[in-house]
């Protein structure tokens, strides 16, 4: 069973790595309502990979169980140290993507938060609690 849950919870994490590339490349080209549709996909991507991440420690806790004076590396076969490899090195590149897609987005945050702003400037709040919209905002003609 420890090999199928490594190579499901692998496959997720390809999954996720493959939607945050594609995120990257629409954030590019502005298409954020694709962005937004791949949400709930990735959020049932990323539950599902916990739940695999949980049977795998418990399957690695039943074996450490079985022969307690047995090291964790001569526990395991070599499937399952080669899939552990995979699945760190997937995690890796997810990470690495994360952060790349996160820039990205953090750029685009601003962006429009500074576009917002020249717009509509924000009130300004005196001590009394009173709310000001500054001056050069708003202007009268008689």
């Known amino acids: 069973m420890l090999h199928h849950y490594l190579q499901s919870a692998i496959n997720d994490l390809r999954s996720l790595l493959a939607i ?39 399957e690695i806790l039943k074996l450490t169980k079985e022969r307690p004076e047995t090291s ?34 953090l750029a685009v945050s601003e962006f429009y938060n500074s576009l917002l702003e020249r717009l509509l400037p924000p009130q300004t709040q005196d001590y009394s609690g009173k709310k000001h919209a500054p001056s050069s905002f708003l202007t009268l003609e008689a």
Do not use: C
């Open 20 to 58: 945050t590339r594609q995120d990257i490349e629409d954030i590019k080209e502005a298409k954020h309502q694709i962005i937004f549709s791949r949400t709930k996909t990735k959020d049932d991507l990323i539950a599902s990979f916990e739940n695999k991440k949980s049977l795998i420690d418990h």
């Open 72 to 105: 964790l590396g001569d526990l395991l076969d070599q499937e399952a140290t080669v899939l552990l490899g995979e699945l760190r090195e997937s995690l890796e590149d997810l990470k690495e993507e994360n952060r790349r897609y996160a820039r990205m987005v």
